[in-house]
């Protein structure tokens, strides 16, 4: 028989099964194309493994016989009532399950935010609880300087009674909020609460060593999608933080009135001009955006005769420069901008002081109030998830709009091509996320004229 040690820093499996072994190892992508890596280590002898303290679910699940020990320093009773206290109904569930859980990875849309699910885990665990622990501080680890200032400004404007301090050289002895790379320089012995955001950055094997030295601590991690609900998270994070264990959806969102319900408005896109052959994938896009003056005329006409602004989105500039030339003093925002204009130029769209503007790469994961976006690409996967009118909403029934094409002449041989397959996968997507979807005849139907 195996035997778990479960601790908050690690787990120790004395004579572990193959299957363990195996369920531990992530390719790992790199330059070269990747390799395969083992997140554990072995005793000389083989018979002790070591490896992160989120796999002890996985580790007993997957083992066919196996006794558990949890030695993990017990955390407080939680306060629930505080943590749920002012909190919105559509949250509740989500900080009840992840207080429950002890830790996990906690997944929900970005649009809505994770600093009232941080701050309702910060009530759970005030510091005079966590003090009789003898770990004091709770620690909230933000992917830069930036974004940890940012997120104390929020904080305190729901927290007014607690001390919280940024950066590795603060003062506070109850909430820390540190960029991963300053975890080291932070007295982490003493954490009880840890709580990790922005967990999909490309160096999260530096940071994973930051969190690791936080050994005493419950640990969440907070994933943000656009769509929210269960996420699909590397094995690393699920070794630090544990599996997911709370999730929101943008559709929970718009039941509670605080998203806006998206409307997809398909338009019929036009032929293009010449003859239509079997295309390769790229060749086949191309027709049918810019190569199709009719299709940017279209677009065009959109942009400008919309009421409110406008926002469209494809994967190369080259669409971008056709219908730029037709739409008057248009922002555009590519993938190779310089760092700072290109901030810039996010800060005026999210601000709503730009009427027309155009996005090659998904820098804008939600738009802002009032805003219509325009799917320039023809893709059915790639679209989904980064064109998507994701916002929040002042009351509920506020709507949201955005323009995708349908290619309903893409026939070879009585047979959908590549276009067509691909509106009808996007069709099936906007189904799954519960998006309204409207077939307009023209442009002079769209309901936002």
Known sequence: MSTLHVGRGSCVVEWPEDRVLSELVMFRRDSKGGQYENLFSMSSEKHTLVTMPGFAQRIERVSDDIYVRDERMKMPAPDMDAALGGLHPAWT?????????DGGVIS?????????????????????????????????????????????????????????????????????VVPYS???????????????????????????????????????GIVETPAGGPADIELSVEGLFGPVCATATYDDGVKAGIAAQITVCWLPCPRPSGPLGPASEELAEAQATVGNMRYVQMVADIMMGVKCACIMYAEHLAILEKVSKLVPAPVVVHRKMLKGARETALDNIYLG??????????????????????????????????????????????????????????LHNGRPGWLARNDESRKKRYEELGFNQLLVGDVTQLPFM
Not at 195 to 205: A, K, Q, R, T
């Open 93 to 101: 569930s989500v900080v009840e399950k992840a207080i429950k859980a």
């Open 108 to 176: 929900i849309p970005h649009v809505l935010g994770s600093t009232a699910v941080e701050a309702a885990l910060l009530r759970a665990y005030p510091r005079d609880r966590l003090l009789e622990r003898g770990t004091p501080i709770s620690v909230i680890a933000c992917k830069d300087n930036s974004a940890a200032r940012n997120r104390v400004h929020a904080l305190r404007q729901i927290l007014p009674d607690r001390e919280i301090g940024v950066g590795p050289n603060t003062d506070s002895e109850d909430i820390i």
């Open 182 to 220: 300053g975890l080291s320089a932070i007295p982490r012995h003493l954490a009880g609460v840890f709580v990790g955001e922005d967990l999909d950055g490309s160096d999260f094997i530096a940071r994973a060593k930051g969190i690791s030295g936080i050994r005493a601590a419950a640990r969440w």
């Open 353 to 410: 002081s730009v009427q027309r503007s155009f996005v090659t790469y998904p820098y804008v994961p939600w738009i802002p109030r009032n805003h219509v976006a325009i799917v320039g690409t023809c893709k059915g996967g790639r679209v989904a998830g980064s064109q998507f009118p994701w916002r929040a909403a002042d009351r509920p029934g506020e709507k949201a709009y955005m323009v995708d094409f349908l290619h309903p002449w893409d």
